[in-house]
């Protein structure tokens, strides 16, 4: 079993549809972060989070440390919001990056 | 915001040959960089953490004569993959830290590597 489990793999929506993305991991973690990867592979930090829930924009991510699973919220989604998302806890002391979520957004 | 940049972005080389990658802060200076390797359709793997004036740790797997890092200053750390070979082939990519710790990554474009 993987030490991190993104669900769904593969997403694909309409335009203006609320897309959320779920993160399950296994180990003991001290913080969580949600990573954007565009098709030409470039990486961007969406949040990094301990516990709750952070928002920026139309974004939305939250934590529950207890249950080790994690959130990521899309509201409005626009075909600009394709890309990979990854979710990657920090563990004792490097990242584990789950395969991503692959969405996909239509106009 | 913090940027990072890798230069090339993208390279192709014959078997056998080295290539060397660059990685810099640009508006910081970073005590920890990360160096990722990423397959396709795959996760993000973490190869090494190199801080400045010192020697990098690599991760179990990683070949250190092999991949050779080298963090000379806090804003340029380069990855050079030695006789580099097809299975070599693969998305590298940076990341720097400017406290020292893993929590705060800024992560760089990334380089495409074909090896031939």
């Known amino acids: 079993k993987n030490e991190v489990e993104q669900s769904p793999q593969n997403l694909t929506a309409q335009e203006g549809e609320f897309i959320t993305i779920n993160c399950s991991y296994s180990?003991?973690?001290?913080?969580l972060h949600w990573l954007q990867q565009h098709p030409g592979g470039g990486i961007v930090s969406l949040f990094m989070l301990s516990s709750g829930k952070k928002k920026h924009g139309r974004l939305i991510a939250t934590i529950n440390i207890q249950e080790k699973h994690s959130s990521l919220h899309i509201t409005a989604s626009h075909p600009r919001d394709s890309a990979v998302y990854i979710c990657?806890?920090?563990?004792?002391?490097?990242?584990?990056f789950g395969t991503g979520t692959r969405l996909k957004v239509l106009a | 915001g913090a940027v990072v940049s890798q230069h090339p972005s993208w390279v192709i080389c014959k078997s056998g040959t080295s290539v060397k990658i660059e990685c810099r802060s640009l508006d910081f200076q970073a005590t920890t960089m990360f160096w990722y390797r990423q397959f396709p359709k795959q996760s993000l793997m973490l190869m090494a953490t190199s801080n400045e004036g010192s020697k990098a740790t690599y991760e179990q797997g990683v070949e250190k004569d092999k991949f050779l890092i080298n963090h000379a200053s806090l804003t340029l750390s380069t990855l050079t993959v030695t006789s580099a070979h097809p299975e070599d082939s693969s998305f590298y990519i940076c990341?720097?830290?400017?406290?020292?710790?893993?929590?705060?990554?800024?992560f760089g474009p990334g380089t495409r590597l074909l090896v031939l």
């Open positions: 990341s720097a830290s400017v406290e020292g710790g893993q929590e705060t990554q800024y």
């Open positions: 990657a806890p920090l563990g004792t002391y490097k990242y584990i």
């Open positions: 180990v003991g973690i001290s913080a």
